[in-house]
């Protein structure tokens, strides 16, 4: 898990982008998705794990209720321009009413000041208590008490007098934050989030869920590996303040944001598994959404693609698409395979996209090819059938072809690229999810389960194999 750290000094407008969330804000999920609160609905607890400790937080809020919806862009605004403005030692953020709604991206009508009103209220009046606050890595967990907003003060810096209505002309404020998030922020226990996009989602209840996924999958090293994140719906629905926990009632308020979250292409699936309170909810990342800058691999891999014939959108769609040792992989398939065949019936470039976006293992290193070749036995004039090429050893295999003795982790890792091309158009996301946990605690050999799908595939067969698989992970 990577966590920006340094000294205190200020962080430009094009370092930070306003693009920075505080761990322990982002990860205890203080603000409910919810739109509206009930009269009198101002608290809420729930205990939790996440990051491999355990969290319990405590909330209370005041005749305002507590934070929620459009609070959610407040809270991280806030965060980045105390960071923009050099991490001030009275913890105090210098602006006006205007440009805290302009840097919300919103528009500066009577309803959106009374929203920022409000908002600043719930965020002063409304105290948490977080058991498992960490302050530096290495420093253990402690619990804390505090208000995200230690204080809101209406200054006139032209006069004597304010205005009567709040936040008049000429107002400025000073908000105080909290010390315990101010000093985190000091420290730099932070991570990446990009705030713009989350101002861009048409809803509230999108961005809330985007900053949640977001440090979810920032916190979960398996989940960023993968790019797939199971959650218990009740649970979830917990997690993101949902006061009316019935599974129907949970899916009717999530669905729309994910709808959104998807046409953003920042998920690329939602599927939910199980009936009732068993339900779960399994979400699959995009590796990449199409709005952000290509990194220096990235690019260098495009260069490949587009050398081997293949025009430049599609490359660099094929690039953002999946992980970059996995791309790496293909495109040095499509080199070496390209390298030697003299003779291409058609074009380069589509030959070259046939052996890139393979699913079916139609292709393999040149050198593996020969060694299939030369273990095919000539077809004799008897009549007597051709048997079926020896498959090549497994990197988990000695020279003899048996299985060395891995652990199901150390198979899994060894087996996956190649039963993930295999099967990419066999399983859903959430069955390949599942047969993951399946082979990870041993249930199934994916040293084995490699083999006999390879089998399948070269006998023409797969279909019927992958319908009894499927069998198994129901």
Not at 26 to 51: C, D, M, N, V, Y
Not at 162 to 186: H, Q, Y
Not at 212 to 232: G, H, K
Not at 403 to 412: D, G, I, K, S
Request: proline share 6%.
């Amino acid at each position: 898990m990577t966590v920006v750290k340094g000294d205190s000094m200020p962080l430009s407008v094009s370092q930070i982008s306003i693009r920075f969330d505080e761990i322990n804000l982002a990860q205890a999920s203080l603000i409910s998705f919810q739109k509206r609160l009930k009269p009198g609905e101002t608290t809420w607890e729930h205990a939790f794990e996440i990051a491999g400790r355990a969290m319990n937080v405590e909330c209370l809020g005041n005749a305002y209720g507590y934070p929620h919806g459009p609070d959610n862009d407040l809270m991280l605004v806030l965060t980045n321009m105390y960071l923009e403005q050099g991490c001030p030692s009275g913890d105090g953020v210098l602006t006006t009413p205007y440009e805290l709604l302009r840097s919300m991206g919103r528009n500066d009508s009577g309803k959106s000041y009374q929203q920022l009103h409000d908002g600043l209220m719930r965020l002063t009046g409304t105290t948490y208590r977080i058991s498992g606050w960490i302050d530096q890595a290495g420093k253990g967990v402690r619990r804390a008490t505090f208000r995200f907003v230690d204080k809101v003060e209406d200054i006139n810096l032209s006069g004597t007098s304010l205005n009567p209505k709040t936040f008049g002309s000429g107002t400025k404020l000073r908000v105080t934050l909290a010390r315990d998030i101010a000093e985190n922020l000091r420290a730099r226990h932070l991570k990446p989030v990009d705030l713009d996009f989350m101002l861009s989602l048409p809803s509230n209840q999108a961005g809330i869920m985007y900053r949640l996924l977001d440090a979810l999958l920032f916190s979960d090293e398996e989940a960023q590996r993968t790019q797939v994140l199971t959650m218990a719906l009740v649970d979830w629905g917990k997690l993101l303040r949902l006061s009316d926990l019935t599974p129907d009632r949970i899916r009717r308020a999530i669905d729309p944001p994910h709808n959104e979250l998807i046409r953003r292409e920042f998920l690329k699936s939602v599927e939910y598994l199980g009936r009732g309170s068993a339900q779960q909810v399994i979400y699959t990342f995009n590796a990449q959404r199409p709005d952000h800058p290509l990194t220096p691999e990235q690019l260098l891999l495009v260069g490949r693609i587009k050398a081997l014939g293949v025009g430049d959108g599609v490359a660099k769609k094929f690039v953002r698409a999946s992980p970059v040792t996995f791309v790496e992989d293909r495109v040095s398939l499509a080199e070496a395979i390209l390298a030697h065949t003299p003779n291409i019936r058609r074009s380069r470039g589509a030959y070259a996209w046939d052996i890139l976006a393979d699913t079916e293992a139609r292709y393999a290193p040149p050198e593996q090819r020969r060694t299939v070749e030369r273990q095919v036995p000539v077809e004799r004039p008897s009549g007597k059938a051709v048997s079926t090429p020896k498959l090549p050893p497994l990197p988990d295999e000695d020279d003899q072809g048996t299985l060395l003795e891995l652990t199901p982790a150390e198979q899994w890792v060894s087996a996956r690229p190649s039963l993930r091309l295999l099967l990419k158009n066999q399983l859903s996301d959430a069955e390949f999810h599942r047969l993951e946990r399946l082979c990870l605690d041993g249930q199934i050999s994916a040293s084995k389960l490699f083999r006999e799908v390879s089998a399948a595939a070269a006998k023409k067969r797969l279909v019927g194999f992958v319908k009894g698989l499927k069998a198994e992970l129901d």
